[in-house]
């Protein structure tokens, strides 16, 4: 147990299917993040919310929209995604952006594109 | 630009030492960090380094020489439950303190 949670652990949707990723910390961090891992890649940052304010936006396409309703909460909508977006998606949280801040994952949302 | 290398695969035997290397060029180090993942679980930290030297926990130890741009995770007295993939990031504080992993490193541990 992480103190981050996500859901679903394991999704399957069609490419013209629209689905959300669902990621809560009980933390009481100040920061989030969405990253994808691929198989045999490094983690990819994909987005930053600092106090529920993007931060940075990882020239992610279009297709993946995330959102961040409080600091405890964070989503990631897929919408027209396609086979190579499969993979797994995990989310994270630190006390806050910057040096010094450990970073905690989620165990992650295995998505498969088909 | 950055660039985390560290080796795809170690094999170790049980009650052995292991030591995985990671070297880094970045323009604005700020600290490096170790983490271990299980197959289908999240990543789990381990260590953080942001000074030269040795960070000792439990069987587990990180070192950092931050002018040859290197760290490496020692791992003693390995057990079976030491399989796990390795990864190593570094933060990069002209890039916002954003986290850089590298691939990691997947390390079995034999009988």
């Known amino acids: 147990e992480t103190g981050v949670t996500q859901t679903p652990r394991h999704l399957v949707m069609g490419m013209t299917n629209k689905k959300s990723l669902k990621c809560e910390q009980h933390?009481?961090?100040?920061?989030m993040y969405w990253y994808k891992q691929s198989a045999k890649k490094p983690l990819e940052l994909m987005f930053v919310?600092?106090?529920?304010?993007?931060?940075e936006n990882n020239s992610v396409p279009s297709r993946f929209s995330p959102e961040c309703p409080n600091s405890s909460h964070l989503f990631l909508h897929l919408h027209t995604l396609q086979p190579e977006d499969s993979a797994l998606y995990l989310c994270?949280?630190?006390?806050?952006?910057?040096?010094?801040?450990?970073?905690?994952f989620g165990e992650g949302s295995w998505l498969t594109v088909v | 630009g950055q660039n985390i290398d560290q080796p795809t695969e170690m094999t170790a035997t049980e009650g052995a030492i292991v030591q995985i290397n990671c070297t880094y060029q970045?323009?604005?180090?700020?600290?490096l960090f170790w983490y271990q993942q299980h197959a289908g679980e999240a990543p789990t930290f381990l260590s953080y380094?942001?000074?030269?030297g040795l960070e000792e926990k439990g069987r587990f130890s990180s070192f950092l020489s931050r002018s040859k741009g290197y760290s490496y995770l020692l791992l003693k007295e390995l057990q079976m439950k030491d399989s796990a993939s390795y990864l190593c990031?570094?933060?990069?504080?002209?890039?916002?303190?954003?986290?850089?992993f590298g691939q990691g490193t997947e390390l079995s541990v034999k009988p």
């Open positions: 994270a949280s630190s006390q806050d952006v910057g040096h010094g801040n450990t970073i905690y």
């Open positions: 990031a570094v933060r990069d504080s002209n890039q916002g303190g954003k986290l850089i």
């Open positions: 380094n942001v000074l030269d």
């Open positions: 933390l009481g961090h100040n920061a």
């Open positions: 970045t323009s604005g180090f700020n600290g």
């Open positions: 919310y600092s106090l529920e304010e993007r931060v």
